[in-house]
Protein backbone atom coordinates (compact mmCIF):
# COMPACT_ATOMS: atom_id res chain seq x y z
CA UNK A 1 0.00 0.00 0.00
CA UNK A 2 1.31 2.97 -1.28
CA UNK A 3 0.51 6.27 1.71
CA UNK A 4 0.78 9.71 1.48
CA UNK A 5 3.84 11.37 3.76
CA UNK A 6 3.85 12.69 6.78
CA UNK A 7 5.46 15.93 8.22
CA UNK A 8 8.48 14.34 10.27
CA UNK A 9 8.07 15.11 14.43
CA UNK A 10 10.70 17.03 15.57
CA UNK A 11 13.78 15.11 17.42
CA UNK A 12 14.07 15.17 21.19
CA UNK A 13 16.36 18.63 20.49
CA UNK A 14 13.49 20.89 21.91
CA UNK A 15 12.47 22.40 18.14
CA UNK A 16 9.33 22.84 17.74
CA UNK A 17 6.96 20.70 14.99
CA UNK A 18 5.50 22.15 11.69
CA UNK A 19 2.91 24.67 12.76
CA UNK A 20 -0.52 25.22 10.68
CA UNK A 21 -3.04 27.73 11.22
CA UNK A 22 -7.03 26.90 10.52
CA UNK A 23 -9.08 30.25 10.42
CA UNK A 24 -12.23 28.95 9.99
CA UNK A 25 -15.55 28.02 11.38
CA UNK A 26 -16.46 25.26 14.04
CA UNK A 27 -18.45 22.57 12.83
CA UNK A 28 -20.10 20.88 16.31
CA UNK A 29 -20.67 17.57 14.51
CA UNK A 30 -16.53 17.20 14.22
CA UNK A 31 -16.46 16.52 10.63
CA UNK A 32 -15.73 19.73 8.80
CA UNK A 33 -14.53 23.23 9.71
CA UNK A 34 -11.97 23.62 12.30
CA UNK A 35 -12.38 20.40 13.60
CA UNK A 36 -11.60 18.39 10.56
CA UNK A 37 -8.71 20.92 9.76
CA UNK A 38 -7.42 20.05 12.76
CA UNK A 39 -7.55 16.48 13.08
CA UNK A 40 -5.96 16.49 9.47
CA UNK A 41 -2.83 18.26 10.53
CA UNK A 42 -2.12 16.05 13.26
CA UNK A 43 -2.48 13.04 10.74
CA UNK A 44 -0.31 14.18 9.10
CA UNK A 45 2.43 15.37 11.51
CA UNK A 46 1.74 18.81 12.31
CA UNK A 47 0.69 20.98 15.18
CA UNK A 48 -2.39 22.47 14.44
CA UNK A 49 -3.81 25.67 15.92
CA UNK A 50 -7.24 28.11 15.17
CA UNK A 51 -8.58 31.16 14.96
CA UNK A 52 -12.12 30.75 15.34
CA UNK A 53 -14.50 32.63 12.76
CA UNK A 54 -17.88 31.59 13.70
CA UNK A 55 -19.71 28.79 15.58
CA UNK A 56 -22.32 26.71 13.81
CA UNK A 57 -24.58 24.13 15.18
CA UNK A 58 -24.29 21.46 12.88
CA UNK A 59 -24.91 17.59 12.70
CA UNK A 60 -25.19 14.90 9.49
CA UNK A 61 -28.62 16.20 8.51
CA UNK A 62 -27.17 19.62 8.46
CA UNK A 63 -26.38 23.68 9.93
CA UNK A 64 -29.29 24.23 12.20
CA UNK A 65 -27.73 27.47 13.23
CA UNK A 66 -24.62 30.09 12.42
CA UNK A 67 -23.09 32.94 14.55
CA UNK A 68 -20.24 35.17 13.74
CA UNK A 69 -17.31 35.91 15.61
CA UNK A 70 -17.02 39.57 16.49
CA UNK A 71 -14.00 40.98 13.82
CA UNK A 72 -12.04 42.10 17.28
CA UNK A 73 -12.01 38.35 18.37
CA UNK A 74 -10.91 37.22 15.53
CA UNK A 75 -8.22 39.94 15.23
CA UNK A 76 -6.98 39.02 18.65
CA UNK A 77 -6.85 35.28 18.35
CA UNK A 78 -4.87 35.72 15.04
CA UNK A 79 -2.19 38.11 16.74
CA UNK A 80 -2.00 36.10 19.73
CA UNK A 81 -0.90 32.84 17.89
CA UNK A 82 1.59 34.67 14.95
CA UNK A 83 3.04 36.77 17.22
CA UNK A 84 3.99 34.18 20.09
CA UNK A 85 4.23 30.57 18.40
CA UNK A 86 4.63 31.38 14.85
CA UNK A 87 2.73 30.17 11.69
CA UNK A 88 3.90 28.12 8.45
CA UNK A 89 1.37 28.29 6.81
CA UNK A 90 -2.45 29.30 6.90
CA UNK A 91 -5.97 27.57 5.74
CA UNK A 92 -8.74 29.67 5.72
CA UNK A 93 -12.49 28.06 5.67
CA UNK A 94 -15.69 29.62 6.44
CA UNK A 95 -15.39 33.57 7.31
CA UNK A 96 -19.18 34.42 7.13
CA UNK A 97 -19.16 37.92 6.31
CA UNK A 98 -17.69 41.10 4.62
CA UNK A 99 -16.07 42.22 7.88
CA UNK A 100 -14.37 39.03 8.69
CA UNK A 101 -13.43 38.56 4.91
CA UNK A 102 -11.88 41.80 5.23
CA UNK A 103 -10.18 41.47 8.62
CA UNK A 104 -8.69 38.08 7.38
CA UNK A 105 -7.44 39.55 4.38
CA UNK A 106 -5.45 42.30 6.22
CA UNK A 107 -3.84 39.51 8.44
CA UNK A 108 -2.59 37.35 5.65
CA UNK A 109 -1.09 40.12 3.43
CA UNK A 110 2.04 40.83 5.38
CA UNK A 111 2.27 37.21 6.58
CA UNK A 112 5.54 35.61 5.15
CA UNK A 113 3.76 32.24 4.98
CA UNK A 114 2.54 30.09 2.20
CA UNK A 115 -2.22 30.74 2.54
CA UNK A 116 -4.40 28.05 1.17
CA UNK A 117 -8.23 30.02 0.47
CA UNK A 118 -10.65 27.26 0.70
CA UNK A 119 -13.46 30.02 -0.11
CA UNK A 120 -16.59 28.38 1.66
CA UNK A 121 -19.97 29.56 0.42
CA UNK A 122 -22.14 26.46 1.27
CA UNK A 123 -22.46 23.29 3.34
CA UNK A 124 -22.51 19.83 2.38
CA UNK A 125 -26.42 19.87 2.74
CA UNK A 126 -26.82 23.40 0.71
CA UNK A 127 -27.10 25.65 3.78
CA UNK A 128 -25.27 29.34 3.02
CA UNK A 129 -21.85 29.75 4.96
CA UNK A 130 -21.19 32.90 3.28
CA UNK A 131 -23.00 36.57 3.31
CA UNK A 132 -24.33 37.29 -0.80
CA UNK A 133 -22.49 40.87 0.10
CA UNK A 134 -19.01 38.97 1.63
CA UNK A 135 -18.21 37.57 -2.43
CA UNK A 136 -17.02 40.71 -3.53
CA UNK A 137 -14.52 40.90 -0.59
CA UNK A 138 -13.35 37.38 -1.49
CA UNK A 139 -12.63 38.33 -4.87
CA UNK A 140 -10.80 41.54 -4.67
CA UNK A 141 -9.39 41.20 -0.73
CA UNK A 142 -8.84 37.19 0.18
CA UNK A 143 -8.33 35.59 -3.06
CA UNK A 144 -4.96 38.15 -3.59
CA UNK A 145 -3.60 36.80 -0.74
CA UNK A 146 -3.62 32.64 -1.89
CA UNK A 147 -0.73 31.06 -2.59
CA UNK A 148 -3.29 28.22 -3.65
CA UNK A 149 -7.50 29.16 -3.76
CA UNK A 150 -9.34 25.89 -3.39
CA UNK A 151 -12.75 26.29 -4.45
CA UNK A 152 -15.53 23.48 -6.22
CA UNK A 153 -17.65 23.84 -8.64
CA UNK A 154 -20.64 25.47 -6.72
CA UNK A 155 -17.75 27.96 -5.36
CA UNK A 156 -16.42 28.49 -9.11
CA UNK A 157 -19.74 29.73 -10.23
CA UNK A 158 -20.16 31.94 -7.13
CA UNK A 159 -17.37 33.70 -7.33
CA UNK A 160 -16.72 34.08 -11.82
CA UNK A 161 -20.01 32.92 -12.96
CA UNK A 162 -18.26 30.04 -14.57
CA UNK A 163 -20.35 27.02 -14.85
CA UNK A 164 -18.23 23.40 -15.06
CA UNK A 165 -19.66 20.59 -16.80
CA UNK A 166 -16.79 19.21 -18.41
CA UNK A 167 -12.61 19.65 -18.04
CA UNK A 168 -12.41 21.72 -20.66
CA UNK A 169 -14.65 24.16 -18.23
CA UNK A 170 -12.64 23.29 -15.44
CA UNK A 171 -9.70 25.37 -17.47
CA UNK A 172 -11.43 28.14 -17.82
CA UNK A 173 -13.13 28.42 -14.08
CA UNK A 174 -9.40 27.86 -13.69
CA UNK A 175 -8.27 31.26 -15.40
CA UNK A 176 -11.37 33.18 -13.75
CA UNK A 177 -10.15 32.19 -10.98
CA UNK A 178 -6.40 33.46 -11.08
CA UNK A 179 -7.89 36.86 -12.73
CA UNK A 180 -8.54 37.44 -9.11
CA UNK A 181 -4.93 37.07 -7.68
CA UNK A 182 -4.25 33.74 -6.21
CA UNK A 183 -0.85 32.15 -7.08
CA UNK A 184 -2.25 28.87 -7.95
CA UNK A 185 -5.43 28.08 -8.41
CA UNK A 186 -7.47 24.19 -7.79
CA UNK A 187 -10.72 23.41 -9.70
CA UNK A 188 -12.02 20.39 -7.89
CA UNK A 189 -13.52 18.57 -10.32
CA UNK A 190 -15.88 15.82 -7.69
CA UNK A 191 -19.19 16.81 -8.45
CA UNK A 192 -18.69 16.11 -12.15
CA UNK A 193 -19.59 13.00 -14.03
CA UNK A 194 -17.46 10.06 -14.62
CA UNK A 195 -15.83 7.29 -13.06
CA UNK A 196 -12.76 9.22 -11.70
CA UNK A 197 -12.99 12.71 -9.55
CA UNK A 198 -10.52 14.96 -12.04
CA UNK A 199 -8.80 17.95 -10.02
CA UNK A 200 -6.56 21.00 -12.36
CA UNK A 201 -4.50 22.78 -10.10
CA UNK A 202 -2.79 25.67 -12.64
CA UNK A 203 -0.37 28.94 -12.27
CA UNK A 204 -1.49 29.95 -15.73
CA UNK A 205 1.64 28.14 -17.07
CA UNK A 206 1.52 24.84 -15.96
CA UNK A 207 -1.22 22.35 -15.62
CA UNK A 208 -1.34 19.34 -13.42
CA UNK A 209 -4.56 17.11 -14.26
CA UNK A 210 -4.64 15.04 -10.35
CA UNK A 211 -7.09 12.21 -10.97
CA UNK A 212 -8.53 9.28 -8.29
CA UNK A 213 -10.92 6.88 -8.45
CA UNK A 214 -14.41 7.64 -7.15
CA UNK A 215 -15.33 6.00 -4.20
CA UNK A 216 -19.42 4.55 -3.98
CA UNK A 217 -19.41 6.46 -0.02
CA UNK A 218 -22.08 9.08 0.55
CA UNK A 219 -20.71 9.82 3.64
CA UNK A 220 -17.91 12.63 2.44
CA UNK A 221 -18.91 15.47 5.24
CA UNK A 222 -15.65 17.59 5.22
CA UNK A 223 -14.16 16.60 2.06
CA UNK A 224 -13.34 20.50 1.47
CA UNK A 225 -11.98 21.60 4.49
CA UNK A 226 -9.66 18.47 4.84
CA UNK A 227 -8.17 18.96 1.47
CA UNK A 228 -7.27 22.47 2.00
CA UNK A 229 -6.08 21.64 5.19
CA UNK A 230 -4.13 18.85 3.68
CA UNK A 231 -2.18 21.20 1.21
CA UNK A 232 -1.25 23.95 3.81
CA UNK A 233 0.39 21.36 6.17
CA UNK A 234 2.12 19.92 3.42
CA UNK A 235 3.04 23.58 2.40
CA UNK A 236 4.27 24.22 5.76
CA UNK A 237 6.43 21.31 5.80
CA UNK A 238 7.97 22.47 2.68
CA UNK A 239 7.12 20.93 -0.14
CA UNK A 240 6.26 22.91 -3.44
CA UNK A 241 2.99 23.34 -4.28
CA UNK A 242 2.26 21.10 -6.77
CA UNK A 243 3.38 17.85 -4.53
CA UNK A 244 1.63 19.39 -1.77
CA UNK A 245 -1.66 19.03 -3.59
CA UNK A 246 -0.93 15.67 -5.37
CA UNK A 247 -0.19 14.49 -1.45
CA UNK A 248 -3.27 16.22 0.00
CA UNK A 249 -4.85 14.65 -2.70
CA UNK A 250 -4.40 11.65 -1.56
CA UNK A 251 -4.99 11.97 1.71
CA UNK A 252 -8.24 12.49 1.17
CA UNK A 253 -9.33 10.65 -1.16
CA UNK A 254 -8.15 7.74 1.64
CA UNK A 255 -9.85 9.89 3.78
CA UNK A 256 -13.44 9.75 1.86
CA UNK A 257 -12.87 6.06 0.87
CA UNK A 258 -13.07 5.33 4.79
CA UNK A 259 -16.15 7.60 5.46
CA UNK A 260 -18.27 6.50 7.91
CA UNK A 261 -22.00 7.00 8.86
CA UNK A 262 -22.41 9.23 11.74
CA UNK A 263 -25.98 10.17 13.02
CA UNK A 264 -29.01 9.47 10.55
CA UNK A 265 -27.43 12.06 7.70
CA UNK A 266 -23.79 12.47 6.01
CA UNK A 267 -21.19 10.81 7.79
CA UNK A 268 -17.87 12.34 7.76
CA UNK A 269 -14.73 11.51 6.17
CA UNK A 270 -12.50 9.40 8.11
CA UNK A 271 -9.20 11.75 9.04
CA UNK A 272 -7.45 8.52 11.09
CA UNK A 273 -7.05 6.31 8.37
CA UNK A 274 -3.49 6.83 7.50
CA UNK A 275 -2.86 5.71 11.00
CA UNK A 276 -5.14 2.60 10.48
CA UNK A 277 -3.79 2.18 6.48
CA UNK A 278 -0.08 2.23 8.05
CA UNK A 279 -0.76 -0.39 10.76
CA UNK A 280 -2.41 -2.80 7.44
CA UNK A 281 0.89 -1.75 5.77
CA UNK A 282 2.68 -3.08 8.04
CA UNK A 283 1.11 -6.19 9.15
CA UNK A 284 0.72 -6.98 4.99
CA UNK A 285 5.04 -6.59 5.19
CA UNK A 286 5.25 -8.62 7.99
CA UNK A 287 6.90 -6.96 10.05
Not at 29 to 49: E, P, V, Y
Not at 114 to 133: M, R
Not at 269 to 286: I, K, P, T, Y
Amino acid sequence: MVLPPRIPRPSQDGSAPVRVLTVAGSDSGGGAGIQADLKTMLALGAHGMSVITAVTAQNSLGVQGAWELPAEAVRAQFRSVADDIGVQAVKTGMLATAELVETVAALLADLPAPVVVDPVGVSKHGDPLLATEALDAVRTKLLPTATVATPNLDEVAQLTGVRVESEDDQRRAAGAVLGHGPRWALIKGGHLPGGEAVDLLTDGTEEHWLRAPRHDNRHTHGTGCTLAAAIATYLAGGFEVPQAVTAAKDYVTGAIAAGFPLGAGIGPVDHGWLRDGALRALGSSGE
